[in-house]
């Protein structure tokens, strides 16, 4: 399967898609991205695009953090994206990555007086964490960033270390996700997911003003559970041993998708099984993405003009 970037304003062959060792973003984390699921609906033989502008709205609020002005609209995203994923022709899911970086050839830490510049590619991405069965969890001892350090409101790559210090101790003390908590000592999201707990029939998720990245699987989600459900999400302040005394957990992203919890810290979560609420959200999420529910067809983007025979 030919693979191809969206590089220096033109499509080309992925293998050509690449930057010199000087990239200012390659030395000091200057740069954001996106990512954005293409999920494959083989009995339709299309790929739909997951919410892709609102994940454009996000890059260039990201860019825009980062002093840098991207000279495309989200529109102009959306369309170059689709046309992308087109081209590649993959007939299983996708990740789309889109990544604004500095590009200039210069040495010395500053945002302002460089050049700016976008790639896309496209890879093959099947489920990030185990969806199915469920996962194990644990409290990092790495804190998360704050809003006065790097915001984490805004994709950043340089940030995502704090997140790789906090994966990596995870998956050596044989867990298979982290949860970070803020400097207050108070829950703020996994290494690279949103977290939700279900306690007394009532979903609660923390709020934006305790680190996390205001996801958009975490809106759909919330969505979801309103529209789907009947279940109101509070958004506020949690603390650690709540995680201990909920019925449930679950983790939301866009790499995760909806992923039950069954133990923190090993303790199990509830009666240690993927949970009600967690799997009824599930069910809806992905026949959602696959575009399945017409209820919400205007959050997936087609990405074949032509449909593909599996």
């Known amino acids: 399967?030919?693979?191809y970037a969206f590089f220096d304003n033109k499509f080309v062959p992925l293998a050509e898609a690449k930057v010199s060792v000087m990239t200012h973003a390659m030395h000091y984390g200057t740069g954001c991205f996106e990512g954005i699921r293409g999920n494959w609906n083989d009995e339709q033989g299309q790929m739909y695009l997951?919410?892709?502008?609102?994940?454009y709205r996000r890059l260039l609020q990201s860019a825009r953090i980062l002093r840098m002005e991207l000279p495309y609209t989200v529109e102009q995203l959306c369309d170059t994206t689709r046309e992308l994923v087109e081209k590649c022709g993959f007939k299983e899911d996708v990740y789309v990555r889109p990544l604004a970086y500095k590009s200039s050839e210069v040495i010395g830490v500053r945002l302002h007086n460089l050049d700016a510049a976008l790639t896309i590619f496209v890879v093959p991405f099947g489920n990030y964490l185990d969806v199915t069965k469920g996962i194990r969890a644990c409290v990092s001892t790495w804190r998360r960033i704050d809003d006065n350090m790097i915001p984490p409101r805004a994709k950043i790559t340089g940030l995502y270390v704090n997140s790789a210090l906090a994966k990596s101790e995870a998956a050596a003390n044989g867990y298979d996700?982290?949860?970070?908590?803020?400097?207050e000592g108070h829950v703020s999201e996994g290494s690279g997911e949103n977290l939700f707990l279900v306690t007394g029939g009532r979903l609660i998720t923390p709020p934006p003003y305790?680190?996390?990245?205001?996801?958009?699987?975490r809106d759909t989600a919330i969505e979801l559970a309103k529209n789907e459900m009947g279940l109101e999400t509070e958004e506020r302040c949690v603390d650690r041993t709540e995680l201990y005394l909920a019925q449930e957990c679950f983790l939301t992203g866009t790499a995760a998708h909806v992923t039950p919890v069954l133990e923190i810290d090993g303790r199990p979560v509830g009666?240690?099984?993927?949970?009600?609420?967690a799997r009824r959200i599930q069910e809806l999420y992905f026949d959602v993405v696959r575009?399945?529910?017409?209820?919400?067809?205007?959050w997936c983007t087609p990405?074949?003009?032509n449909l593909v025979k599996a």
Do not use: C, W
């Not at 997951?50 to 994940?55: G, K, M, Q, S, Y």
């Not at 996700?177 to 400097?183: H, M, P, V, Y």
């Not at 305790?210 to 699987?217: A, C, E, S």
């Open 1 to 3: 399967m030919a693979q």
């Open 291 to 298: 575009g399945r529910n017409r209820k919400y067809l205007g």
């Open 210 to 217: 305790d680190n996390i990245l205001v996801g958009i699987t």
């Open 50 to 55: 997951f919410r892709v502008a609102d994940h």
């Open 303 to 305: 990405a074949y003009s």
């Open 271 to 277: 009666n240690g099984q993927v949970g009600p609420v």
């Open 177 to 183: 996700e982290a949860i970070l908590l803020t400097r």
